[in-house]
Nanobody, 121 residues
Framework: QVQLVESGGGLVHPGGSLRLSCAASGSILSIYNMGWYRQAPGKQRQMVARITSGGSTNHANSAKGRFTISRDNAKNTVYLQMNSLKPEDTAVYYC???????????????WGQGTQVTVSS
C-alpha cells in the first residue's frame, strides 16, 4: 500500500505565495511521474503540473511563469511552489504519483487526500 500526504495549503492574499509538499510512503519500489492537480467547486479536476523521475516538467498554461514543480527522489517528495497567486487559483490541490510497488511490481496511480488553497483578500 502507498500513501501520499500533502501539506502546505491555506489562505493567502492575492499576489502571495504558497509551497505545497507531498510525501509518498509505503511499499514503493519506484516512482515514475508525480504531479499536482486541482479541483475548484463545480469544476472538473485539472492538471496543474507534472514531473518525471528524470526531472522533465510540464506546466498547465494557467501555471506557467507562476508555479514551479520540483521533486526530491531521495525523499519521494514532490513540491509545488506557487507565486503570484490569484483568486481563480482557489481549489483543492491533489498530489498524484505513478508508483511501482514492491508487492505487485506493477504501475498504478495513487492520489493524496487533497489540500485546500484559498486565495482571497
Amino acid at each position: 500500500q502507498v500513501q501520499l500526504v500533502e501539506s502546505g495549503g491555506g489562505l493567502v492574499h492575492p499576489g502571495g505565495s504558497l509551497r505545497l509538499s507531498c510525501a509518498a510512503s509505503g511499499s514503493i519500489l519506484s516512482i515514475y511521474n508525480m504531479g499536482w492537480y486541482r479541483q475548484a467547486p463545480g469544476k472538473q479536476r485539472q492538471m496543474v503540473a507534472r514531473i518525471t523521475s528524470g526531472g522533465s516538467t510540464n506546466h498547465a498554461n494557467s501555471a506557467k511563469g507562476r508555479f514551479t514543480i520540483s521533486r526530491d527522489n531521495a525523499k519521494n517528495t514532490v513540491y509545488l511552489q506557487m507565486n503570484s497567486l490569484k483568486p481563480e487559483d482557489t481549489a483543492v490541490y491533489y498530489c498524484n504519483a505513478g508508483v511501482i510497488t514492491t508487492t505487485t511490481k506493477l504501475p498504478r496511480d495513487y492520489w493524496g487526500q487533497g489540500t485546500q488553497v484559498t486565495v482571497s483578500s
